[in-house]
């Protein structure tokens, strides 16, 4: 069950939300994220993302969430400029040069048909054993992928060869609404 789509109000106000939580987190605030629509209370997961001058920054999410909306965009903002393994912590020069994108996720979904995989429309989350790998909808679109470059890419971001998801892989699949202060600058 997908939710309401998002009003530009509350992309915008989610936007503020993460880069404020940043910028807190950087100048060394604990300030609580506000919330002033009543569409950011509802739960569910989220994925932002960080871009600087165009490329990757820092990725993090969650799949499921008990907080409200604003919440988990706030912490994982944080998350994805300090704790996303793959770069150093965000430091406060760059901020100038940051760009946030929300992606707020639908439940995911197991599919047994890749059939089903849309390319734009889902993301893809794989696991076998304790391994596990996720890629965003817009990463396939980005890459120009078919679903099953699309497929063997998540395996390989998961630690697997790029074929495993022939041989017994869980996949599941979810959409999301995407959206980015560059666009909304724009």
């Known amino acids: 069950m997908e939710e309401r789509p998002l009003k530009e109000e509350e992309k915008r106000a989610l ?73 150093s912590p965000l430091q406060s020069c760059e901020l100038e040069d940051i760009d946030f994108e929300i992606s707020v996720l639908s439940p995911l979904r197991e599919t047994k048909d890749i059939g089903e995989i849309e390319i734009g429309r889902h993301g893809i989350y794989v696991t076998k054993g304790g391994y596990r790998g996720v890629l965003l909808p817009q990463v396939a679109v980005e890459y120009g992928w078919d679903v099953e470059t699309f497929l063997s890419r998540t395996c390989i971001k998961a630690g697997l060869s790029g074929d495993e998801w022939k041989r017994g892989v869980k996949i599941e699949i979810f959409s999301a609404q995407i959206f980015a202060e560059k666009a909304i600058k724009e």
Request: aromatic content about 6%.
């Open 15 to 87: 936007l503020a939300i993460a880069r404020k939580a940043v910028i807190d987190k950087v100048e060394g605030k604990e300030e609580t994220p506000s919330r002033k629509l009543p569409g950011l209370e509802r739960k569910g997961g989220a994925f932002v993302t960080l871009h600087k001058k165009g490329e990757l920054r820092g990725c993090i999410g969650i799949f499921e969430s008990g907080l409200p909306l604003y919440k988990t965009i706030a912490a994982m903002a944080v998350s994805a400029a300090f704790k996303d393994p793959r770069f």
